[in-house]
């Protein structure tokens, strides 16, 4: 069997039994009662033009993503090491023939000086980026920057987990990847869809996509357990992207004990220096009413699974999407190599950004929204990786985890890293927080607490 198989997606997307609003009724009990959705179910709730069953998903997914993650939103930054690249996208600028481009690679020296800037910032995680070159950047190149990442410090404070995000690899070359202490491995397929995927990848090592739809079944066989998989919506239709990222996910799962992928990512096409394709000349972009339903069905439809937002959204999409379903967000983001400490981006980057406010502001928003900003990086440093994650996950344990974490953390940013308009802004909601909490819960977050406020520094659960 194919892991995507293009015909049942096509079969299931035409059939007119999904359409009847009593089925996609039944869908959204289904999942409220948390009952595992299938692909047919996925399928309901994508066929819906209701407006009013649209907000009913929407009401679902919110009320889901509460009772899993309740308010938490884990922060990282992503950190691009190198922008040359043998392959030629058309969406993205750092594509091969793009001759306009300032091209660079991080040196050891320029990487540890970018990490110093985030860690000034506060962050604890970041997500490494790399286009694919083999000369520029090889694996031994791509293990010497993460071991400079770990390596770096600012003020006593280090990065805590470092997830990448690279092109698919062989079993061995992943083997080497893990031993260099990584997080999540991500790789997005970007489309699904074959002869979307062959048009918008016209040459390189990127054209074969068989290679890239099994690159996680071998990283996850190389030991790599946490895994992240991704879509650029805009390059297809997005019902049709939905429906493969499931079939991918119930692959992964079918053949790996239960454990699929740890993180979806959804980025949305966007302009970029150079690129022939982009949102406002692809027939496929998609509208911001349809991307808040695409969250909310994937919330329901894989509700232990993290979904990550980026910095290509901006601040009023971005707030808009946090209730139906998103977990972890980007602050602060620059995606050229080098950015961080660059004052011109327009001739490096890999994107338009949409949200450009520095970290402390976004921090300061997301708290004036009632979120919980979250800087935890516990589990993968306590071996709660792969099924034991999702063990936790899925038995409602993990938020007992992530709450005492999410508190402990945030106090560390605001002492160390906030400024007093953020503290003063997180007071009623830290306080709001450990009120909510059951006795015990308390007693060890306020415990925790102390600890931060007594200048400890990396408690966790
Ligand atoms: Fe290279 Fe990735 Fe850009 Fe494609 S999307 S050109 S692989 S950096
Ligand atoms: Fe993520 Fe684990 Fe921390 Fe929860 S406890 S926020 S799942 S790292």
């Known amino acids: 069997m194919p892991i995507i198989d293009e015909e049942r997606i096509a079969a299931l997307l035409a059939d007119p039994r999904f359409t009847d609003e009593g089925r996609q009724r039944d ?14 179910d996925v399928a309901a709730l994508l066929h819906t033009r209701s407006r009013d069953i649209r907000e009913e998903i929407h009401l679902a997914a919110r009320d889901e993503k509460k009772r899993i993650y309740g308010n938490r939103l884990v922060f990282f930054a992503p950190l691009y090491l190198t922008n040359r690249c043998v392959n030629n996208c058309l969406y993205c600028s750092f594509r091969r023939e793009n001759d306009e481009l300032v091209r660079a690679t991080l040196t050891q020296d320029e990487i540890r000086r970018e990490v110093e800037f985030l860690l000034e910032q506060g962050h604890k995680r970041l997500l490494l980026v790399a286009g694919e070159h083999p000369k520029e950047a090889p694996l031994e190149y791509i293990g010497q920057s993460i071991a400079t990442v770990y390596d770096a410090r600012w003020n006593g404070a280090n990065i805590r987990r470092a997830n990448i995000n690279a092109a698919p690899m062989t079993v061995d070359e992943f083997r080497a990847l893990k031993s260099f202490g990584i997080g999540t491995y991500q790789c997005f397929q970007e489309t699904y869809h074959r002869e979307t995927y062959a048009h918008v990848h016209p040459s390189g090592r990127k054209r074969d996509y068989d290679w890239r739809v099994t690159a996680m079944d071998r990283a996850i066989e190389a030991g790599i357990d946490d895994v992240g998989i991704g879509v650029l919506f805009g390059l297809y239709d997005y019902r049709f992207e939905v429906m493969a990222m499931m079939q991918h996910i119930l692959h992964l799962e079918e053949h790996f004990d239960g454990v699929g992928p740890h ?90 950004l949409g949200d450009h406010r520095p ?31 999702m063990d936790l996950a899925k038995s409602g344990n993990i938020g007992k985890i992530c709450a005492p974490n999410a508190l402990a953390t945030f106090e560390e940013y605001l002492n160390d890293f906030a400024g007093d308009d953020t503290r003063e802004a997180a007071k009623a909601l830290m306080q709001a927080e450990l009120d909510a909490m059951p006795e015990k819960t308390r007693e060890k977050t306020e415990e925790m607490i102390r600890k931060v406020d007594g200048g400890e520094k990396d408690i966790y659960l």
């Open 263 to 352: 993180t979806i990512s959804i980025p949305r096409l966007e302009p970029a220096l150079n690129a022939p394709l982009d949102s406002t000349n692809s027939p496929w972009t998609v509208a911001d009413e349809d991307f808040q339903t695409v969250v909310a069905i994937l919330r329901l439809a894989v509700p232990y699974t993290g979904m990550i937002l980026s910095t290509r959204e901006n601040a009023d999409t971005r707030r808009g999407l946090f209730d139906f379903g998103i977990s972890q967000i980007s602050a602060g983001s620059r995606t050229d190599p080098g950015g961080y400490m660059a004052s011109d981006h327009a001739t490096s980057e890999q994107f338009q």
């Open 27 to 40: 869908t959204i009990a289904k999942a409220r009662s948390r009952e595992r959705l299938t692909l047919e």
């Open 359 to 389: 970290m402390d502001e976004v921090v300061r928003d997301v708290v004036s929204l009632g979120y919980m900003p979250s800087f935890c990086t516990a589990c993968y440093r306590s071996g709660r990786t792969g099924d034991r994650f």
